[in-house]
């Protein structure tokens, strides 16, 4: 059975980091491509980063208002993506969903709630 | 950036009735790069539909998708209590980012 389990999530104040981990099981980590999407309280659903495998580049993205501040990593030895969020604000409080897939997301995580708060 | 805009905002129907709902780009999506998702309370979402109109594994035959272009429909046959839940349609296009609409809340009337 494929499961994806993320943790890390916690309160932090504006300007602080954060750094989220999904660990993945029941995969082939090495081939998949992964993503973050999250979803602040009460709203709809937001792309975050991917990551493509190592074998199809490793090429990573992001959208726009989290360019600069987060970053999108993998240990494949771990079977373990990582997002870690620099200066965050407040705007960035949601629940943290890790998925497969690099564009279309088939399997998802329970997620982890971030809030940013003073 | 695509923006999707789904409707209904709501959608209020009863057991056994079916549920049609729409999904609309403002550009045309490539190679049909549509996906649908269910999302019940305290969940996560759960994959439906890709590319339109392919059902995702394990996905019950009364959920089906169609569309081309920019316009889009989300279509669930009969309704089951278990399907009434928010449903987002999402773009996969040639290259990120990737959106989703903002969703359609299916209530039961």
């Known amino acids: 059975e494929v499961q994806l389990v993320e943790s890390g999530g916690d309160l932090v104040k504006p300007g602080g980091s954060l750094r989220l981990s999904c660990a993945a099981s029941?995969?082939?980590?090495?081939?998949?491509?992964l993503s973050w999407v999250r979803q602040a309280p009460g709203k709809g659903l937001e792309w975050v980063a991917r990551i493509k495998s190592k074998a199809d580049g490793g090429t990573i993205d992001y959208v726009e208002p989290v360019k600069g501040r987060f970053t999108v990593s993998r240990d494949d030895s771990k079977n373990t993506l990582y997002l870690q969020m620099n200066s965050l604000k407040t705007e960035d409080t949601a629940v943290y969903y890790c998925t497969t897939g690099g564009s279309a997301f088939n399997i998802w995580g329970h997620g982890t709630m971030v809030t940013v708060s003073s | 950036e695509i923006v999707l805009t789904q409707s209904p905002g709501t959608l209020s129907l009863s057991p056994g009735e079916r549920a049609t709902l729409s999904c609309r780009a403002s550009?045309?999506?490539?190679?049909?790069?549509l996906a649908w998702y269910q999302q019940k309370p305290g969940q996560a979402p759960r994959f439906l539909i890709y590319g339109v109109s392919s059902r995702a594994t394990g996905i019950p035959d009364r959920f089906s998708g169609s569309g081309s272009g920019t316009d889009f429909t989300l279509t669930i046959s009969r309704l089951e209590p278990e399907d009434f839940a928010v449903y987002y349609c999402q773009q996969y296009g040639n290259s990120p980012p990737y959106t989703f609409g903002q969703g359609t809340k299916l209530e039961i009337k």
């Open positions: 029941g995969i082939t980590f090495t081939s998949v491509w």
């Open positions: 550009q045309s999506i490539s190679n049909n790069y």
